[in-house]
């Protein structure tokens, strides 16, 4: 059994100087205002357009991430509908198979220390239902059938497609206090590493989210 932190990797993401050329072109269709198109208009324009509320113009831009997250969290995940969603098939993936080690592969939990009992007592049950799963296999089950003893700790890779004003409702969602532990690990990453990218379109959501993180550790240091 080999046991792995989550973590994700952007697949896709257009030129970031193209990306707001394209938003302003786009949303000055609305206003009729090409005219005013410089070489330097677009952030600017963004901003704007943000700030407006006019977030349907960002939609013209799609960027593609590559999850590895546990069973349960991705079912967090796909439930976002406007985004489009490729998953590891625990129907098609034969476990015991040699390119997948002859092992399961399974998502470390982030809120219990690995020497605290409750880990210990989760590692035992991943080891478990490894054993379970690879005898079922050798007795002759298929994939699709061996699965149903599968935990939601699974390791399993999903690639997601979703518009740039998508990704600011899932990372607004997912990194906020009331999401789960395990999602905002990977999610609040993202995060950050998008508002690198391109600040103009995730300076909001990034302050509100940072900065209310930045509020809870206060109120626990006193």
């Known amino acids: 059994m080999k046991i792995i ?4 990797e952007i697949m896709f993401i257009p030129d970031i100087t193209e990306l707001l ?11 009729k205002s090409e005219d005013k198109i410089t070489d330097q208009s677009a952030r600017a324009f963004v901003r704007r357009i943000i700030a407006s509320g006019h977030l349907s ?22 439930r976002h509908r406007l ?26 939990p982030c809120f219990w220390e690995e020497s605290s009992p409750e880990y210990a007592q989760w590692k035992q049950a991943m080891a478990d239902t ?3 799963y690879l005898k079922l296999i050798d007795m002759g089950a ?8 599968l935990p939601n700790s699974l390791k399993t890779e999903v690639v997601m497609t979703c518009n740039l004003r998508e990704m600011r409702h ?12 395990q999602i905002r690990e990977v999610m609040q990453p993202l995060l950050k590493e ?17 900065q209310d993180i930045q509020k809870r550790e206060k109120d626990i240091q006193g």
């Not at 050329?21 to 206003?31: D, H, K, P």
């Not at 113009?57 to 796909?78: A, Q």
């Not at 298929?142 to 003893?149: D, G, K, M, N, T």
Request: proline share 4%; net charge positive.
């Open 194 to 210: 998008m508002h690198e990218k391109i600040p103009v379109i995730f300076d909001d959501v990034h302050q509100t989210i940072f």
């Open 130 to 132: 490894e054993k379970i």
């Open 170 to 181: 899932i990372l607004a969602l997912r990194c906020s206090k009331a999401a789960h532990p």
């Open 5 to 8: 932190a989550p973590s994700y």
């Open 57 to 78: 113009v960002i939609e013209h831009i799609h960027i593609t991430i590559k999850f590895i997250i546990d069973r349960g969290v991705s079912h967090e995940l796909v």
């Open 142 to 149: 298929r994939p699709e059938q061996a699965r149903s003893v």
């Open 21 to 31: 050329q394209r938003i302003e072109l786009a949303g000055r269709t609305c206003y």
């Open 83 to 108: 985004a489009s969603y490729s998953q590891e098939s625990t129907r098609y993936a034969n476990y015991s198979k040699n390119k997948f080690g002859n092992e399961i592969t399974v998502i470390r």
